[in-house]
Every structure is written in C-alpha cells, then in structure tokens.
C-alpha cells in the first residue's frame, strides 16, 4: 500500500489537514461562502474575506458548530 498517514482537523475556526512527513499541508478557515443567484461558492481564505462584506444574495458563514457541520 500507499502508507501514507493523514489527520484531518475540522475545526471550527480553523480547517487543518497534516501529511506524515510534510506536516500541514493545508491550514483555511472554517468559511463557505455561496452566492445565492449563481450558486458560486467559495471556501477557506476567500469566504473569510467575504465575512461581513457581502451584497444579500451571498451568504458567507462558518458551518461548523463544535466540530459538527
């Protein structure tokens, strides 16, 4: 096999993702980020940006609750 060990962390601010031997190879916050019309999504560091800053028809939110979406 591959051998290859991962540790996923679905945090509810933060989203990590370690690789044996590299470490975290991913570190995005919790945030997705829909446009309602298009149905355009972003996730991570750009739906972070959109927090607070978005017209009506996108929705920027953090879904996790407690480590549960």
Do not use: C, F, Q, W
């Amino acid at each position: 096999g591959l051998g290859l060990n991962i540790g996923i962390d679905l945090g509810t601010a933060t989203v990590l993702i370690y690789v044996h031997g590299r470490g975290i190879v991913l570190r995005e916050p919790s945030v997705v980020a829909v446009n309602t019309r298009t149905e355009g999504l972003a996730v991570g560091e750009r739906a972070s940006l959109m927090l607070g800053r978005t017209p009506d028809i996108v929705k920027a939110v953090r879904p996790l609750r407690d480590g549960v979406i």
